[in-house]
């Protein structure tokens, strides 16, 4: 087993230093940046199916779950086509309208989650055409669908997941570039600077990996708390969702995930001195809106630790502790904010003592329900 975790002391951090490598592998030969072209032949194949969709729905469990969140961002604003996601089993049991001119995207790390795998059967049932997004070759998921696209992660050992998720978001935002494409919804240009922008994310992510010193420093002077409260909008209140699952996965302790502005709706309630609050505040998207929101927190002496991007000088006078992630185009910062927030989890759950690859009560994959 030492071996198989390559030097490093648990899968998950393995894992989560694999993602450069993982996200080249998952769009290697699919997006040929040069060319102008994203070819992936699960979508290829059924473009008209894609095109002549009336709604995209997503349904996936956990982790996929908030990738599918994030591809909804990313397919409505680049496709205009009207996507919903679901929890895979509030789906199954709730009697959906769903009918063939619908296109289901079920998205799932090892392809066997259980009520994944029972919507699926339904939204067939129903005439609708499924598509996979899987991890594991071969798996229930990826034979139960009419047609896929496999992310390249490799392996997920730990049972917090993070390379199959933002190769998962990859995976999702190379379709609805391909989509948006087809249909007009952007300009070539557009989806050139996409392509060139997508290029260079492995080298950004391996970037953003330098923060790890920085982010386990942090992790020792907030290992202690009680709850933690993440914050994000637009694409990155899925980030703050996944980055709250992920510290109560491996490390127990109590957090939530919410849209940032919806903090005056309830959780600034809890913020005190000892509430940590993380907020994912890159410059593109609501920047002003953001910073409004941290000095709220500020003002009521909540401990402030923002994700922002290179170069910030705003937030830095006012958060305690700020991470620094390189310059992107504001729909692929998803791949880069998450990082840091899965390094924060998995050294907090280190410094507890927490069993960070086996967590007390959670499975890998979920085949029961
Ligand atoms: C379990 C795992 C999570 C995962 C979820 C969905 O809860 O512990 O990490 O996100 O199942 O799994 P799937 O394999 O369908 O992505």
Avoid at 264 to 287: F, N, S
């Amino acid at each position: 087993e030492q071996i198989e975790k390559g030097g490093y002391d648990h899968f998950m951090l393995k894992e989560i230093y694999e993602q450069p490598r993982a996200i080249l592998d998952t769009f290697r030969g699919r997006m040929l940046s040069n060319e102008g072209i994203i070819r992936m032949a699960g979508v290829d194949d059924n473009i008209e199916k894609f095109l002549n969709a009336q709604r995209i729905l997503i349904v996936a469990c956990g982790t996929s779950w908030h990738a599918g969140l994030v591809a909804e961002y990313v397919f409505e604003n680049l496709t205009r086509t009207p996507v919903e996601v679901e929890y895979a089993s509030e789906f199954r049991y709730r009697n959906p309208i769903i009918t063939e001119k619908d296109v289901v995207i079920a998205i799932s790390q090892s392809g066997e989650t259980a009520d994944t795998l029972a919507a699926i059967k339904l939204a067939k049932s129903k005439g609708a055409f499924v598509f996979g997004v899987c991890n594991v070759v071969g798996s229930s998921i990826s034979r139960e669908t009419n047609a896929g696209a496999y992310t390249h992660a490799g392996p997920e050992i730990g049972v917090a997941s993070t390379k199959a998720f933002t190769t998962q978001i990859t995976v999702l935002t190379l379709i609805a570039l391909k989509l948006a494409q087809k249909k007009g919804t952007i300009s070539t240009s557009e989806f050139h600077g996409y392509l060139t922008e997508m290029s260079a994310i492995p080298a950004k992510v391996e970037k953003t990996l330098e923060s790890d010193e920085h982010v386990k420093t942090i992790s020792s002077i907030y290992k202690d708390a009680t709850n933690f409260l993440y914050l994000g909008r637009g694409y990155n209140f899925p980030v703050a969702l996944e980055g709250a699952l992920k510290l109560k996965e491996i490390s127990y302790i109590h957090a939530e995930g919410y849209p940032a502005a919806e903090m005056k709706h309830g959780p600034i309630a809890l913020i005190d001195e000892q509430m940590p609050v993380v907020v994912i505040a890159t410059r593109k998207g609501h920047y002003e809106k953001v910073v409004s929101n941290i000095q709220e927190i500020k003002s009521r002496k909540g401990k402030i630790i923002a994700v922002v991007m290179q170069g910030d000088t705003s937030i830095k006078k006012i958060a305690d502790y700020v991470i620094e992630i390189p310059e992107t185009l504001e729909l692929l910062t998803p791949l880069l904010t998450t990082i840091p927030l899965q390094l924060l989890s998995y050294y907090i759950a280190v410094m507890r003592n927490c069993n960070v690859d086996q967590p007390r009560n959670l499975a890998k994959s979920v085949t029961v329900e």
